[in-house]
């Protein structure tokens, strides 16, 4: 057998053997967790400044230690800095190179810290930045969607239900809809990012350390808004990751409801939509073919995002306290979501604002198939007849139109007559417009609702892009280190 021994370990003292290089290669998180390299390295840099800072280590120490790593970091973004199997982990990397630059003050950073509270200070500092590119994006679509809504203010389409048509809307009042539901993962991403707002430095292994750390320093440096109150939670934790991934499937959720729409609409059957070329393809075979793959593939990468969730559910729902290696698995879970998420979030907004809406096509649709028939019911309750009463006579009234292949606006004064004794003297809405207008109350889709709803919207919008633009300034003055605190 050939030789299987892999690389000696920050943890080696105790082994008299090398790590089998199988054992490495399963072990190994370094070829994901790279990724949080920055607010590994940022979460260290807050570590020894407290610790030069309180008198643990050197203030020499402390400052060499602090220059090494934004040296780590300068390498790390110029890529000139590269992990491998045998460095185990992006913080056990980190440190290796940080030998390798400063020498053996490098051995002092570990001091009152433990790989477990460091893991997850840095999962945390990175997931506030993704939550933040995760509002971004949903902010993005929202405009996106309120902007044609604002272009499009009385265009009438057919509002269904049971995929039936029902009723006429109006498109802005339909395009809004998933502007509410954007505005709650926007609420649910901001409820994230609170409470994955805490830091576990200080926690050490699991039990608290036995210096006399400053966890207001560090808290304040890293810009995170609380400590932990429990050092055996701080290191076990991973409801932030959760409520990340919750709120990733809920997201995922709306595109894939919004997707299929768009999927419908462009079909020859609705004609409601035409997609830009640039955002559609074409097929090998049918050169006729124009094919709506972005919301296809926004649909079916709603599975995967729904998988995530399920997986780090899984993986939490039997560990004792407190830190289990099977939380090295939360990583790649949370990494998938954001990317894939963040990506439909990314190709969403243009294809939306490059549509071409066949308002035309919605229009004659929406008054189509008795969709006034609602209104011709509520005129006869409002003049007194008992709802029930007034829904069998225009059910009567539908069918016998449809015996004889006609519609509402082909009837005679007799006729309506007939129907009932009401509609000899007044008829019931016959345009869309008419019918529209008659839901004038809040959050109906009458225009001045719908236009009331909008600048509603609108307003949110900013007030959650304020939220997001103030936190990001803040977030990239911490990671600068034109900013640093070192002197
Ligand atoms: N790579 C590990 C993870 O992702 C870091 C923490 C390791 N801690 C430990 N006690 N082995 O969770």
Not at 265 to 280: K, M, P, V
Not at 304 to 321: C, I, S
Not at 423 to 436: D, G, I, M, V, Y
Request: hydrophobic share 45%; with cysteine.
């Amino acid at each position: 057998m050939t030789d299987q021994s892999g690389t000696a370990k920050a943890w080696g003292g105790r082994f008299a053997e090398a790590p089998d290089r199988r054992l490495e290669a399963f072990n190994a998180s370094v070829a994901f967790d790279v990724r949080m390299i920055r607010e590994d390295i940022r979460g260290s840099i807050a570590h020894a400044r407290m610790l030069g800072e309180q008198g643990v280590i050197p203030a020499a120490d402390a400052a060499a230690l602090e220059r090494g790593l934004w040296q780590v970091l300068a390498e790390a973004d110029a890529g000139d800095f590269s992990l491998t199997v045998t460095d185990e982990d992006v913080h056990t990397g980190v440190e290796r190179r940080l030998r390798e630059i400063a020498g053996a003050v490098a051995g002092k950073l570990h001091t009152g810290r433990s790989r477990n509270d460091q893991v997850a200070t840095g999962l945390r500092l990175w997931t506030k930045g993704a939550l933040l590119a995760l509002m971004q994006g949903v902010l993005d679509l929202g405009d996106a969607l309120a902007d044609v809504a604002a272009a499009n203010p009385g265009i009438a389409m057919p509002g269904y239900t049971h995929l039936q048509r029902a009723q006429p809307v109006l498109l802005a009042h339909h395009l809004l809809a998933y502007v509410a539901m954007l505005e709650r993962d926007l609420d649910r991403l901001d409820d994230a990012y609170r409470r994955c707002d805490v830091m576990p430095l200080g926690a050490g292994a699991l039990a608290g350390v036995t210096y006399p750390i400053d966890r207001e320093l560090t808290r304040s440096d890293l810009g995170f808004a609380a400590s932990f109150a429990n050092s055996l939670d701080a290191v076990s934790d991973r409801d932030f990751v959760l409520d990340t991934l919750y709120a990733c499937a809920t997201i995922a959720m709306h595109l894939s409801r919004l997707s299929e729409e768009i999927i419908l609409w462009a079909t020859a059957e609705f004609r409601f939509i035409e997609l830009a070329d640039a955002f559609s393809t074409g097929s090998s075979i049918m050169p006729q073919k124009k094919n709506p793959d972005v919301a296809e593939l926004a649909r079916g990468k709603t599975g995967r995002v729904y998988g995530n969730l399920m997986a780090l559910l899984t993986v939490t729902k039997g560990l004792p306290l407190t830190y289990n290696k099977d939380f090295q698995e939360d990583k790649e879970a949370l990494f998938d979501s954001v990317d894939t998420v963040l990506a439909t979030l990314d190709v969403f907004p243009p294809m939306i604002r490059t549509a071409r809406w066949r308002t035309d096509r919605m229009a004659d649709a929406a008054i189509a198939d008795f969709s006034l028939a609602t209104d011709a019911a509520d005129l006869l309750a409002r003049r007194g007849i008992p709802f029930r009463e007034a829904h069998e006579a225009i059910g009567k009234l539908v069918a016998s139109c449809i015996a004889q292949n006609t519609t509402f606006a082909d009837l005679s004064d007799a006729e309506w007559a007939a129907a009932h004794p009401v509609f000899a003297t007044e008829k019931p809405p016959l345009t869309a417009a008419e019918s529209l207008a008659a839901r004038d109350v809040p959050g109906g889709t009458a225009p001045n609702r719908v236009a009331a709803q909008l600048e509603a919207a609108q307003n949110t919008l900013s007030r959650h892009r304020a939220t997001v633009t103030e936190r990001e300034t803040r977030r990239a003055e911490m990671m600068s280190p034109d900013v640093d605190a070192a002197g």
